[in-house]
Nanobody
Framework: QVQVVESGGGLVQPGGSLRLSCAAS????????VNWYRQAPGKEREFVAGISSVGGSRTYVDSVKGRFTISRDNPKNTVYLQMNNLRPEDTAVYYCKASRINSWGQGTQVTVSS
């Protein structure tokens, strides 16, 4: 089955950290760029971070630069999003999207609150 599955979300206090995972199956993951997006209640889905197929190119939205790091492990068909120094405004459902497939995962909820 062609899919991506996100995991690793949860409730964390401001300043805390989480690592999200995006596990892929059913397609040639190593040749696919992957982006992370997030959607907060009442807001549009926005780009957060992206990584090229071999990991040589990474991009971030300005609001997460210096706090989030995207990486990938192609033998494990997984992309990660390490999120440090989390803020309440990072609260959202986080999704990953692989360039070679049309479908989205179910997302993983990240809540930053004291």
């Amino acid at each position: 089955q062609v899919q991506v599955v996100e995991s690793g979300g949860g409730l964390v206090q401001p300043g805390g950290s989480l690592r999200l995972s995006c596990a892929a199956s059913g397609f040639t993951f190593s040749s696919s760029a992957v982006n992370w997006y997030r959607q907060a209640p009442g807001k549009e889905r926005e780009f957060v971070a992206g990584i090229s197929s071999v990991g040589g190119s990474r991009t971030y939205v300005d609001s997460v630069k210096g706090r989030f790091t995207i990486s990938r492990d192609n033998p494990k068909n997984t992309v990660y999003l390490q999120m440090n120094n989390l803020r309440p405004e990072d609260t959202a459902v986080y999704y990953c999207k692989a360039s070679r497939i049309n479908s989205w995962g179910q997302g993983t909820q990240v809540t930053v609150s004291s």
